[in-house]
């Protein structure tokens, strides 16, 4: 069965797409078939795969307003097992469209879970924008789990309550299967008094709902979406690159005991 | 005449908030009255200034859907100067109801400006979410200027063309007056390569528009909101706190110029 995992914090800046990227990289890595979903307006999964913003034409966009077909706007990535739907520009107006239909919320899943059935894939991972909008709403009611990136930093852990009661809105009015299938601490600094703190805290409020691997706050990580390329491809030695393949592991072993 | 400033930038997590919370601190302290409008349904600018979320019963939402008044609203910092209009998760529930009046752009300015003059503000700083809908366009509509903060890293290059289209349409459409009143680099460090990177490219596009004051990443600045205060009054001797006294005064005189 096709794991859908909605990358999600209405938060900005914790790593939503540096952990889809570099997640759907080495889940491909270890020989799952992945399809990354840019469901952000702002496209920062794309460029960070290395397409252009010139290079997408035909896009996400117009699969969801049957503009395009599958085949059209399907990447398929120099990496391995690895297929993107990228973002356009136009998902923004797309949020706006998609409230006059019927069933504003299904739209997303109504188009791209067939696809994700019969082509194969084990893993679709869905990088969400910050916010709770119809566009997440969209991706947590296609999913299959919601996997958190929670940035080491007070602010992040504001908005983790207000995900949650969403994330059970969702599960309770349109997927009874959504379940939050866990919690990534990012750019995580063992010197950082602060980062330790907030470590402590999620570990005692969400037990192992939290995931043993953390992502270490690491430059190469930072640096590599200016070259197009996920942080295993640009310097495989890194702690970033070390911490995402952990994380892969990890995430394979959840999805099998479920 | 009351400068209205809103803070902005689609791309999450580039410290919007936390340079709405420390500019509002420096402006007052330099004996500006400043009003600061968390327009942000996270509410991170209200909790930055020492205001939990149990305390914000009344506020912005209720002041926009006229369910309260101003002065019910509003809260008196205790910092000389500075008052602050407190956000409610309710906003993000505005963004659909505003959507349905006739002129859903000027909502927000039609019932926050008349008080900004009238209280005698000098400055009204609007932290925004990160998104270019309803919300941060009413605050848009509003504003005399945007100051739009940049973190100095490779994504959040990619949204700032975006961003700079949005200004010029409400420029256009709903705001004659609306001008870019600055873009402040965020977080920077200059031992990262990529950091140095991004404040040349920056300096070589935008030219004067770009602050000559500079936001360091320091650890203090990120510390200070779980203490519920600004950087300036958790560690005054910090590097944060030092640069964003720097920049009330460059603020300050580049308001004066205009
Ligand atoms: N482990 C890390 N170490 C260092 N930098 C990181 C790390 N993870 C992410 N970053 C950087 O932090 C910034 C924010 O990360 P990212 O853009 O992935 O967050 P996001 O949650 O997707 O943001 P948005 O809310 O705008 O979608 C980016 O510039 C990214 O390169
Ligand atoms: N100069 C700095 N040095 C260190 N940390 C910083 C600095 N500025 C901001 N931060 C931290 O970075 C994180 C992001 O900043 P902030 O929340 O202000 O950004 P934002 O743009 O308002 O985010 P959002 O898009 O979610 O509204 C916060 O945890 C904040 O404490
Ligand atoms: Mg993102
Ligand atoms: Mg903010």
New binding site residues.
Partial sequence: MTRILAVSN?????GKTTTAINLATTLAAVDKKVLLVDLDPQGNASTGLGLSLANREKNLYHLLADLATFDEVLFKTDIPNLDLLPAGQDLAALEVELSTLDDPQFHVKNVIEPYANSEGYDFVLVDCP?ALGLLTINALVMSTGVLVPL?T????LE?VAQLLKTIEAVKENFNQRLTLQGIVLTMFDKRNRLSVQVENDVRNTFGDLVYKTVIPRNVRVSEAPSFGKPVILYDMKSAGAKAYLDLAREAIDREDEN
């Fill in positions: 209405q938060k900005g800046g914790v910050p940035q930093e007070f602010f992040a908005g």
